[in-house]
């Protein structure tokens, strides 16, 4: 009994220690990305266009637009159909081979690589649909990829409303759609959102597939149509880390990470804050 | 009065049940466009000199090759590499999280750590560029720091969130019973663990390491930055490597639409998809059969 006390407590301290270094490597990447980059953070950076022949002068306004305008397009596109999407796979559909092909499909998206969904669009919405490189061929892109991230988080939020709200709705005689509409959505339509808002700002950071359907490193000006091309932080970040020639590059790519990270994170405490309060008034 | 309402609810339901068939959809039109162009790419190139071939170099003068058998070897070399490291600190990080530590703690760590995957891959990919291949540089010698080794670290951090935070759903679903009875037999809480609920849940931990092993067959950017793009046959994980991701990033922007170099990259793009869909598959039918064997 005490060599298994002994086998214990060894393992136990291994695994507190992994669990340890888990959070520490997260500390780790936030808290260098704020070091590194917090330097050139100053309002010309965060509010000029970008000048190409010297960096240093420029700031990444037009990146920030352009992430934010993409990330705008992607929330139109997919919040609806996969909100619509998760309301039937819960509410309506019927344990059949239809329901059973729609999850597989859904669980498979999500397994798809960025890089695949990059090339698709390519084909697809740039070249086949005729969009060219586009801030819409980008969002149609990005919106496919986040479609299942966005029907998973809100099937989980219509999971959350008691069965008990829907029977009651029947007993009183009310069809299908008008317990749904009265009865279920009121009480699931702010955590499908703050779902849906959180997949599309991992959205914000994808890099790859946008490569290949619009982004770009430089323009002269702010997209005004959606047919425009645009500029986007993890594009511009990339480019700067890799294939820019400016002595300070490095020193601009942690800055524009440090943007693209404090944005995102922004997003996500917002809605950590939004939903705690959320939760605080529901009863059951 | 009836009859309207009954044909409404028809409508609605109808609507609901179309726009959820776009998923579908989504995915069947990406295998088609991914297939219908790939496959052009065989007219011209043989299979085996495509996937046995070493070297992959279209754009040579005169004869180009169309090997990707050292781009298939890149991505597999980063999928083991980023697993031997993220598979034992993932399911220490799941068991420290679901048995041992306090609520309290479990609060604050989880959210940390799911916080990780909210991290854009481009971000790491630029501290492995900055921090992490100097000091794998520095620490072993080499010229530079920009290879299998590096990229595996990264991608590693990449799908930990993943693993962590599925095998502990799978941990805290095991019903309690398990634990009661092994506790109750004279168990300590360790045997109890290795004995009951790591052997309970072991395949839905197998799952969430398939899961983990599709992203990182499928991680694009901080590989594409860290992994050094040789194309030349690895031999050991110092050496720069070039997954078949990084392959597609890399090249298609500079090629000619429709050219035989074009429809090459689709071809590597629909081995990708065809790899990650049977690794995601797997996960699915294994996960399916935890469900119906627990209920959770």
Same mark, same amino acid.
């Given at each position: 009994?005490?060599?298994?006390?002994?086998?214990?407590?060894?393992?136990?301290?291994?695994?507190?220690?992994?669990?340890?270094?888990?959070?520490?490597?997260?500390?780790?990447?936030?808290?260098?990305?704020?070091?590194?980059?917090?330097?050139?953070?100053?309002?010309?950076?965060?509010?000029?266009? #970008?000048?190409?022949?010297?960096?240093?002068?420029?700031?990444?306004?037009?990146?920030?637009?352009?992430?934010?305008?993409?990330?705008?397009?992607?929330?139109?596109?997919?919040?609806?159909?996969?909100?619509?999407?998760?309301?039937?796979?819960?509410?309506?559909?019927?344990?059949?081979?239809?329901?059973?092909?729609?999850?597989?499909?859904?669980?498979?998206?999500?397994?798809?690589?960025?890089?695949?969904?990059?090339?698709?669009?390519?084909?697809?919405?740039?070249?086949?649909?005729?969009?060219?490189?586009?801030?819409?061929?980008?969002?149609?892109?990005?919106?496919?990829?986040?479609?299942? #991230?966005?029907?998973?988080?809100?099937?989980?939020?219509?999971?959350?409303?008691?069965?008990?709200?829907?029977?009651?709705?029947?007993?009183?005689?009310?069809?299908?759609?008008?317990?749904?509409?009265?009865?279920?959505?009121?009480?699931?339509?702010?955590?499908?959102?703050?779902?849906?808002?959180?997949?599309?700002?991992?959205?914000?950071?994808?890099?790859?597939?946008?490569?290949?359907?619009?982004?770009?490193?430089?323009?002269?000006?702010?997209?005004?149509?959606?047919?425009?091309?645009?500029?986007?932080?993890?594009?511009?970040?990339?480019?700067?880390?890799?294939?820019?020639?400016?002595?300070?590059?490095?020193?601009?790519?942690?800055?524009?990470?440090?943007?693209?990270?404090?944005?995102?994170?922004?997003?996500?405490?917002?809605?950590?804050?939004?939903?705690?309060?959320?939760?605080?008034?529901?009863? #059951? | 009065?009836?009859?309207?309402?009954?044909?409404?609810?028809?409508?609605?339901?109808?609507?609901?049940?179309?726009?959820?068939?776009?998923?579908?959809?989504?995915?069947?039109?990406?295998?088609?466009?991914? %297939?219908?162009?790939?496959?052009?790419? %065989?007219?011209?190139?043989?299979? @085996?000199?495509?996937?046995?071939?070493?070297?992959?170099?279209?754009?040579?003068?005169?004869?180009?090759?169309?090997?990707?058998?050292?781009?298939?070897?890149?991505?597999?070399?980063?999928?083991?590499?980023?697993?031997?490291?993220?598979?034992?600190?993932?399911?220490?990080?799941?068991?420290?999280?679901?048995?041992?530590?306090?609520?309290?703690?479990?609060?604050?760590?989880?959210?940390?750590?799911?916080?990780?995957?909210?991290?854009?891959?481009?971000?790491?990919?630029?501290?492995?560029?900055?921090?992490?291949?100097?000091?794998?540089?520095?620490?072993?010698?080499?010229?530079?720091?920009?290879?299998?080794?590096?990229?595996?670290?990264?991608?590693?951090?990449?799908?930990?969130?993943?693993?962590?935070?599925?095998?502990?759903?799978?941990?805290?679903?095991?019903?309690?019973?398990?634990?009661?009875?092994?506790?109750?037999?004279?168990?300590?809480?360790?045997?109890?663990?290795?004995?009951?609920?790591?052997?309970?849940?072991?395949?839905?931990?197998?799952?969430?390491?398939?899961?983990?092993?599709?992203?990182?067959?499928?991680?694009?950017?901080?590989?594409?930055?860290?992994?050094?793009? @040789?194309?030349?046959?690895?031999?050991?994980?110092?050496?720069?490597?070039?997954?078949?991701?990084?392959?597609?990033?890399?090249?298609?922007?500079?090629?000619?639409?429709?050219?035989?170099?074009?429809?090459?990259?689709?071809?590597?793009?629909?081995?990708?998809?065809?790899?990650?869909?049977?690794?995601?598959?797997?996960?699915?039918?294994?996960?399916?059969?935890?469900?119906?064997?627990?209920?959770?």
């Amino acid at each position: 009994m005490v060599t298994e006390n002994i086998r214990q407590n060894t393992y136990f301290i291994l695994f507190r220690i992994a669990a340890f270094l888990s959070v520490v490597i997260l500390l780790f990447v936030l808290l260098y990305v704020i070091k590194e980059g917090i330097g050139v953070i100053n309002i010309n950076f965060l509010t000029s266009m #970008w000048s190409h022949r010297d960096i240093t002068q420029g700031g990444i306004f037009p990146a920030i637009i352009g992430t934010i305008l993409l990330a705008i397009g992607v929330s139109i596109i997919s919040i609806p159909l996969g909100i619509c999407t998760a309301i039937y796979l819960n509410e309506y559909a019927k344990e059949n081979m239809f329901t059973r092909t729609i999850k597989l499909a859904i669980r498979n998206l999500a397994g798809v690589p960025s890089i695949v969904y990059g090339i698709f669009g390519m084909a697809f919405f740039v070249l086949f649909l005729n969009l060219g490189g586009s801030l819409i061929a980008a969002s149609l892109t990005l919106g496919c990829m986040t479609l299942p #991230w966005i029907i998973t988080a809100s099937e989980e939020a219509l999971k959350s409303v008691p069965y008990s709200f829907r029977e009651g709705s029947y007993a009183l005689g009310a069809t299908k759609w008008e317990t749904v509409r009265k009865n279920v959505l009121p009480h699931s339509f702010s955590g499908m959102i703050t779902g849906s808002i959180l997949g599309v700002s991992r959205a914000m950071g994808e890099t790859a597939p946008i490569i290949m359907v619009g982004a770009t490193f430089f323009m002269g000006y702010l997209p005004t149509s959606p047919f425009d091309k645009f500029m986007a932080l993890p594009y511009h970040l990339f480019i700067l880390a890799t294939q820019h020639s400016s002595p300070s590059a490095g020193e601009y790519a942690m800055g524009t990470a440090l943007v693209l990270i404090a944005l995102i994170f922004i997003l996500n405490l917002g809605i950590f804050i939004l939903r705690y309060n959320l939760r605080k008034r529901k009863e #059951w | 009065m009836q009859n309207p309402r009954k044909f409404r609810e028809k409508i609605i339901e109808r609507s609901f049940s179309s726009v959820s068939a776009i998923s579908l959809l989504i995915l069947i039109s990406i295998f088609i466009f991914l %297939f219908i162009t790939g496959i052009k790419a %065989f007219t011209q190139i043989s299979l @085996s000199d495509f996937f046995l071939g070493n070297v992959w170099n279209p754009t040579a003068y005169g004869e180009p090759t169309w090997g990707i058998l050292s781009l298939i070897v890149g991505t597999l070399m980063i999928a083991i590499g980023s697993l031997i490291i993220a598979i034992p600190l993932g399911l220490a990080s799941a068991i420290y999280l679901s048995e041992i530590a306090r609520p309290e703690i479990r609060e604050i760590v989880k959210p940390a750590i799911e916080m990780i995957a909210g991290v854009p891959s481009v971000v790491l990919g630029l501290i492995g560029i900055v921090f992490l291949s100097p000091l794998i540089a520095n620490i072993f010698g080499l010229s530079n720091g920009l290879n299998a080794l590096t990229s595996s670290i990264i991608v590693a951090i990449m799908i930990l969130p993943t693993i962590i935070s599925i095998s502990e759903d799978v941990l805290t679903s095991l019903p309690k019973d398990f634990r009661e009875a092994s506790l109750a037999l004279g168990a300590t809480k360790w045997q109890m663990i290795k004995m009951t609920l790591l052997p309970a849940g072991l395949s839905g931990i197998v799952a969430a390491i398939m899961l983990g092993l599709g992203r990182a067959v499928g991680e694009t950017m901080a590989v594409l930055m860290v992994a050094g793009n @040789s194309i030349a046959m690895p031999a050991s994980f110092f050496d720069p490597i070039r997954p078949m991701t990084a392959n597609i990033a890399i090249e298609i922007n500079e090629v000619v639409k429709g050219s035989l170099h074009y429809e090459a990259l689709f071809a590597i793009g629909l081995v990708l998809f065809v790899m990650t869909f049977a690794v995601n598959l797997i996960s699915d039918i294994i996960i399916e059969r935890q469900v119906r064997k627990y209920k959770w």
